[in-house]
């Protein structure tokens, strides 16, 4: 995947070259703007920025999410780790835009590492009840 700079995603403003980052993954909406159910002012008013928030705080369906009229430029710098988590958690560009929520929740644990978690969990419960247990003998 192409890493794109802050500095290169903040020279895309105009209404014909318009990119945002959503969750570390810099989108190409010039082709979406007309047709933005929320209006072509809102996605120029967070051009060459991180919109994430913006985003999230509109409550986009999934529907919006794989928009075919976006495509995914690359990741924007510094937040290859965050999308190497989304990709760990089952995420891929076929997706869109990822939904950290669903993918990795709102605890910010991602499914695999919960599972070990509730494992170490169980095992130290079932090494304690054996402590116990052959004490009482
Ligand atoms: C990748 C970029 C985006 C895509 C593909 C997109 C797509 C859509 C779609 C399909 C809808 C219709 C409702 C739905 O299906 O969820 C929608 C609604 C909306 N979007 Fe976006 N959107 C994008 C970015 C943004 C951003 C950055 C903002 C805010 C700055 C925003 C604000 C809104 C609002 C407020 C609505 C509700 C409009 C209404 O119901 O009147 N969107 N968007």
Redesign the pocket.
Known sequence: MTVISLEELSKHTAPNDTW?A?HGLV?D?SG?MT?????AQ??E??AGQD?SA??E?????????T?E??SCKGVLAGSEKQVQRFREAGWDESM??PDPEALIGKSGMSLPSTAIFLLVGAVAAAAAAWFIASRKK
């Open positions: 945002m959503i989108y909406t979406f047709e933005h159910p929320g209006g809102l996605l008013s967070v919109a913006e985003f705080d509109a409550l986009h369906s999934t529907a919006a999410r928009e009229k976006i869109g835009v």
